[in-house]
């Protein structure tokens, strides 16, 4: 049985129900395709009118010129030629593979190794930080082994002491004779100005006299400001950026990005304390004047004894610290973290007592003299978020529409100062109404911002490193 076209056995044969002639089914499929005739009669084909024949497979024989001993010879050596090209082609990927398996688990060996060193590095450094010694200037070069979180046994009872003073007549404390009211914040305008006295200053503080200015620039400088004579009164040899300043009674104090926190008095140095392992971020004086906190970018917050210029105790937390703060009473010990997370430690044990969710990075953390609200600001945000303390949570979302860098309650807890690089502004709660208004926003830049004597000034740190002051015209 021969196909009509091919004349050769079909591999898969059909026959046309019209002349019964055979085909190979691919090659009258596609000549009914083209002409749609049967090629032997010339009728009209359909491939329906194709019938599937059933025969064995038939298997075609060897060309003619591989019955003899030499093709077959010359075939055979083809085909072991073949086999040995693809055998050694086998041994080169396994080859490559091996190699590639080899380095894949010597960097695994190697990363393992890597991880074990550090971790071990870290618990050696965790370890000697647990036991640094920290020397005081006015200390007579003392040091103090670091071994506890808690405060010791004097320094505790003069934190309960502080708490139950100041808890007892902070409800009935009124609010001093002379202080701003709403009607005269609403009056201020900038007054007087200054020029760029130090590029870079972030931090701003006045003493108890409002007479005082402390600030300082990242050149290492900082400078002590009088606002009745207008001109700098001591110069500070920082020696490193100045990160942030505090008021310790008539001494200034200044905390550097290069880990250590300088007290000066008069404009000279008296002390130099911390060993944070990288800028010190934030610092903040007990309400009993008797420890001062410092807190950095290390995850890292220690108390220093203002009496011995020693380190006390130090804890670590989960996030870089950015900002802190006591609570008014004493007895909380508060930071703001780049987690977005405020945690708050008890003073005295070192524990820590809470944890609220905030959103984003803490900016500034500032408590109300009632001792039940604080409030705080985050990296970007135009909002501030005041808080009551007893129910942890957030009270009261203030919109001062420009982001905010710093903030600052006054003394009586009426007035929220806020600063930020579109405007300088005040809320102000009506106890009698509870009710909140913005008595003034005045068009200044500023990094930071801080009250006055009694209120009756406000003073903004312009991000050129000058002072902007803004009163009664």
Known sequence: MLCAISGEAPQAPVASRKSGNVFERRLIETHIAEHHTDPVTGEDLTVD????LK?????????PNFTSIPSLLNAFQSEWDAIVLETFTLKQQLAQTRQELSTALYHNDAATRVIARLTQERDDARQALSSVTVTGGAAGGDSMEVDSQALPDELAAKVDETQQQLFATRRKRPIPEGWATGEDVATYEPTTSTESLYPGSSAISVDETGDLALFGGSDGVGGVYSLSQQNIVHTLKAG????ATMWWGSRAVVATASGTVKIFEDGTEIAELGSHAGPVTSIALHPSKAILASAGSDKRFIYHDLSTFKVVAQSYTEASISCCAFHVDGLLFFTGSTDGKIRIFDVKAGTSMAVLEVGGPVRSISFSENGTWFATAEKGSTTVSVWDLRKQAVIKV??????????????TGQFLATAGSGSVSVQQYTKSSKSWSEPLRKAVAATDVAWGANATSLLALTPEGGLSVLGAA
């Open 398 to 411: 203030l919109d001062v529409g420009s982001p905010v860098d710093s903030i600052r309650w006054d003394y």
């Open 240 to 243: 490193s950026p100045v990160t």
């Open 55 to 63: 025969s064995p497979r038939i298997v075609t024989p060897r060309a």
């Open 49 to 52: 009118d194709l019938i599937e």
